[in-house]
């Protein structure tokens, strides 16, 4: 089922100098996928998103989501979205007292709010004034008040933006974690490449409100013939390693696990196959799977296609 759908969508702003923000827009977004909603700053990315919540009316087409109008039917909507604004404004009160204040708005109980905070990772940080935290743990206080209410659809804007290295990371794995186990759909708007490599399995790519691609990424990896990584499940990793490192389409090869972490170029992920099925490595593979893709070079690709 898609969680999200638009339908040529037009979104204008203005009068005599109208900008068009979205311009007869289309693309899905299935359920239970992290989607990266990419594009450069001013591509309609944070307008998608006020659609989506039915803050803003198109002003041609249709969007769905979860197979409703969200203009008509939006608080029947937003209370099934939980959003991360890209610089969200907190009162000077404790963590704690603040999504105890969400989660009585929101009907929730204190043991629910208890939970959240645990699950960001805020505990000790509990009955610090808001303004006392550090931008890694606002973001973190920003997921957990998104997450308060249990909703089927994340939209996070610019999660990592401005963050120090080690706060992105951390945030970044937190969204993993989040998906793994909560199993919502999540759509993450950014410009930041290598981030949203690390967390989406599937694709938007939006420029000067046009969708110029949409797709899960190991089709895209496919269809555009760029670099991506597989993850092969085997009980003797280090003997398959010794195998394959010959093959001229590895380009690089990780022993992690039961397993290895190749690098090729996806036009030959049927030859990486054949090689893997042929007497010739005489080692049991139990698996393999698309982990990411190098989003740079799709991201090249998917600009010149623009």
Known sequence: MDVVVFDNVTKIFGGLK?????????????SRVVAGLLGPNGSGKT?????IMGFLKPNSGKIFVFGMDPWVNEYSVRRRIGYLPEKPVYPYVSVYKFLRHIGRMQGVSSNEVEMFIKLVGLERYKFINIRGLS????QRLG??????????????DEPTANLDPLSRKQIL?????LKKELGITIIVATHILPELQEVADYLVYINRGRVIESGKLEDLTHRYFVHAYYYIE??????LASKIIMEEYVKAIEVRDNGLLIKINSAYKDDLLELLTSSKIS???KNIRHVTTE????YEKLSRAS
């Open 135 to 138: 931008r890694g743990y606002l």
């Open 18 to 30: 109208a900008i068009k923000a979205l311009d007869n827009t289309s693309f899905r977004i299935p």
């Open 283 to 285: 080692v049991y593979v």
């Open 47 to 51: 307008t998608s998103f006020k659609l």
């Open 234 to 239: 085997t009980n003797e990793p280090r003997k």
């Open 143 to 156: 997921l957990a008040q998104a997450l308060i209410g249990d909703p089927e659809l994340l939209l996070l």
């Open 173 to 177: 794995e937190l969204i993993k974690d």
């Open 295 to 298: 989003l740079g070079e799709l």
